[in-house]
DNA sequence: GAATTGACGTTCT
DNA sequence: AAGAACGCCAATT
């Protein structure tokens, strides 16, 4: 540590509604953002989300408004974060969510 | 210590 | 309606 424990910071929040995200569904980045209270800016969001990478953090369930797997690239290999909710019975055009407003999952939601 | 980047989203032009 | 710029906080270099 030494330097800024995200113990306390906003990041960290991040997790806790990633970890909220009941199985077959996703949420944008911005959803948490403005979940948090005013969408401080949905960048952090995914930046936190990154560090949750290596955690118990199940990050392939959060992507962009628009349901685009923009982080896929992120995680091992490329398609792994499609093949993630794929396996969670969500369709996939590419790397374009179908059916993601039925799939789409708010902090408020439970 | 300062400048740049980063899994986006909103707002202005 | 489409495109460009801005905002937000933290981390990395």
Redesign the pocket.
Known sequence: MT??D?SD???VRCYAVSQRIPYGKVT???AI?KYLGA?????????A??K??GKNVP??R?V???GLL???H??DGSNL?KQLLENEGHKFNGDQLLNFNEVFWTPTDT
């Open positions: 330097k800024t995200p910071s906003f990041f944008s980045y911005g953002a969408a401080r800016s949905a960048r952090m969001v995914g930046w989300i990154n949750s990478l990050a392939h959060v962009n408004k628009i923009t982080g896929k992120h995680f974060m």
